[in-house]
């Protein structure tokens, strides 16, 4: 639990009467930012003021301001939490032009609609109070880390969305599962610039407040401290936005980096390839309402655009986001790129052969961009304690990667947590992690019990139609045109594995393998059945958890027997009871 964060919420207690429970966050939240701002700025409040004297335009100032104190953003107003109780009459209006003049990119007041709430408050008399109490919250860089504010952050919208019976785990990803992604994504690629000084990207179209890019660049400096990341994200929710841009902004990132809008509908970094993605999309959530321009972007844009692969069903969204990514990733000849995304298990084998899922994992499959798959313990997300998985893509694989996917059952790598987060129980500890790369590090020599590694074909599999022939009412074969005609009512499908029999598609030819999987499995049944092969579909699935199936032998019938007569006999023994 966030100790700062609970302090902070507790001036939320001011506000009950004029405002509810859920309507608390609208003024937290804010004022939390406005007042980490302030403190970051403190330190070089007069230096602003003099370059703002100096110089009028905005773009020109924007540079000085980086020169001299190295942050990409400023306040040219002379009020700060220091001063603005001085003016009691005037504190609405004064507070208002300390937001106001914050440079253009710092537009996360908007999205909270803050002076309306600026206006509300002091309608409600409240907002002196207010003010008075964020002005003694000490949020300098010195004393409250980056680390720290982010968590405060966090138990804030936790709080926020708990009182507005809202979904906590939509806003934001446990730390534990973050730090995993973050290892398992920079364990291929060399974070460290040369001597040309290259900064890397890291791109997360989910952005959410941004705890995924603020926890992915703390735990990669904690590793390599020489290392440079440049942060960018998109996020559609308005507060979220706020609070991820703020949180970036006041660790010296660009403002620029961080775009409001719906990623999937109005890509903000259209034309843009990054060197790392990570993202935690939503799961099962509808998409509806955008079908429209996601099918008009598919359409218009061709062979080469990012949903041209396939698309998933309506009702779930996830793989359009896997799509994005792979999309995202930097051009194998510019040096290649990495994702990491957090999914359900729904995108490993939802949908039959041919259809927008199957066609999407046969895409990712055939085009080898699919490294590892990476089970997680249940219980491990705040909303959900469904399964989950973390797929890692990489365009540019180690020469051993090459053509092959490794699975990883992580399930049993977790520790029990002291207490409940809503529905997380379990977190992966510094130990259940190292275990986890540690597989993944080994590959082909990992313990077979917890790691699979399989060529790409092994997924792959062809739907055929196997046919009977009509019978009339002597049992005779209905004849069609010189052949039987079918009976739709005993027709049926088999799914055949592409390495049927251990053979691959390569050596044995598409028809080849059919034919004999056929004639070996199917025709001893049924002698009477054909393949229509006009019906022949190419499908692909990932049954991770067949992989790591273990037979638990039944009990001896003995055993369940003594068991049952004990059972019947206390029955017995309570019906007794009933009647006496």
Known sequence: MSTLGSFIWSIADQLRGPYRPNQYGT???????????????????????????????????????????????????????????????????????????????????????????????????????IVRSFGAV??????????????????????????????????????????????????EKDVTPSEGSIVRTLYDPTAGTGGMLSLA?????????????????????????????????????????????????????????FDFCMSNPPYGVDWKQYAKAVKAERDSAGPYGRFAPGLPATSDGQMLFLLHLAHKMRAPEDGGGRVGIIMNGSPLFNGAAESGPSNIRRWLLENDLVEAIIALPTNMFFNTGIATYIWILDNTKHSDRRGKVQLIDGTSFWTKMRKNLGSKGREISDHDRAEVVRLYADFEDADPGFSKVLRNDEFGYW??????????????????????????????????????????????????????????????????????????????????????????????????????????????????????
Request: proline fraction near 5%.
């Open 217 to 273: 660049e703390e735990h990669l400096l904690a590793q390599k401290p020489e290392a440079k990341l440049s942060l960018y994200g998109q996020e559609y929710n308005p507060q979220s936005y706020a609070i991820c841009k703020s949180d970036l902004l006041a660790k010296g990132h660009y403002a620029t980096n961080i775009a409001f809008g719906n990623t999937l509908t109005d890509d903000a970094f259209k034309g843009r390839q």
């Open 27 to 129: 003024v937290i939240l804010p004022f939390t930012i406005l007042r980490r701002l302030d403190c970051v700025l403190e330190p070089d409040r007069a230096v602003l003021r003099e370059l703002a004297a100096s110089y009028e335009n905005p773009n020109r100032l924007k540079l000085e301001v980086k020169k001299a104190t190295g942050r990409t953003f400023y306040n040219t107003s002379n009020y700060e939490f220091a001063n603005l109780l001085a003016d009691a009459d005037g504190l609405a209006d004064n507070l208002a032009d300390y937001i106001d003049r914050f440079s253009v990119d710092v537009d996360v007041f908007e999205y909270f609609d803050f002076k309306k709430e600026i206006l509300a408050l002091e309608k409600a008399g409240l907002l002196r109070e």
């Open 463 to 580: 739907t055929i139609t196997v046919e009977r022939p009509l019978l009339d009412e002597d049992g005779n074969v209905v004849d069609r045109k010189g052949n039987p005609k079918p009976d739709s009512k005993k027709r049926d499908t088999e799914n055949v594995p592409f390495t049927y029999g251990g053979s691959t598609v390569g050596a044995a030819g598409e028809r080849e393998a059919i034919q004999t999987y056929f004639d070996a499995e199917v025709k001893p049944h049924v002698p009477d059945a054909w393949i229509d092969w006009s019906k022949t579909k190419t499908g692909y699935e990932i049954p991770f958890t067949r992989h790591f199936y273990k037979y638990v032998p039944p009990r001896p019938l003995a055993e369940i027997d003594a068991d049952l007569e004990k059972q019947v006999a206390k029955i017995l023994d309570l019906l007794r009871e009933v009647e006496q």
């Open 138 to 187: 000490d949020l300098h860089p010195k004393e409250v880390s980056n680390a720290d504010m982010g968590d405060a952050f966090e138990y804030i919208i936790r709080k926020f969305n708990e009182a507005a019976n809202e979904t906590s785990g939509d806003h934001y990803t446990p730390r534990d599962a973050i730090r995993l992604l973050v290892d398992l994504l920079f364990a």
